[in-house]
């Protein structure tokens, strides 16, 4: 199935790219740019922490797990020369609910990360990524 993205410039290096009826500015920091978005490499960790974090609640309420949270932080590592691809990234996954089981997130994150999640089997081409799993209690007596 072919997607497709527009992407308009605006002025400097601030750009909006469009797509599926959605928008996003994109830009460049000082002194290129004015910032006025996210860099292209900024958004390409967006859409990794994206692209798992909805594989991961699709997989934790299909296995009836109630999450009352879900934050992702994604932190990349880029080469030095260009092209300045990443070369690390880690992936710290911090879900709070109620009476979760810690081997089904991890097995929801996993099967993200090994099979579903499209961007990050991309990304894995080029960097080694590390996970980290995180459980918060909902309250202070579901502690898992």
């Not at 500015?25 to 004015?34: A, F, M, V």
């Not at 967006?46 to 949270?69: M, S």
């Not at 080469?79 to 990234?89: E, G, R, W």
Request: charged share 25%.
């Amino acid at each position: 199935m072919a997607k497709q993205a527009m992407v308009e410039w605006r002025e400097g290096m601030h750009f909006e790219g469009t797509s599926m009826g959605h928008s996003i500015q994109l830009d460049s920091r000082p002194p290129r740019g004015t910032d006025l978005g996210m860099s292209p490499m900024a958004l390409v960790l967006v859409a990794l922490g994206g692209c798992t974090g909805i594989d991961v609640i699709d997989f934790l309420a299909k296995g009836r797990q109630t999450v009352t949270g879900l934050r992702i932080e994604v932190t990349g590592d880029q080469a030095p020369d260009t092209p300045a691809v990443y070369t690390h990234i880690r992936i710290a996954y911090y879900v709070r609910g109620s009476g979760l089981v810690k081997e089904t997130v991890e097995r929801a994150v996993r099967l993200s990360e090994e099979k579903y999640c499209s961007v990050g089997i991309m990304l894995g081409k080029t960097a080694r990524i590390e996970t980290v799993v995180e459980i918060e209690a909902e309250r202070e007596n579901d502690i898992p």
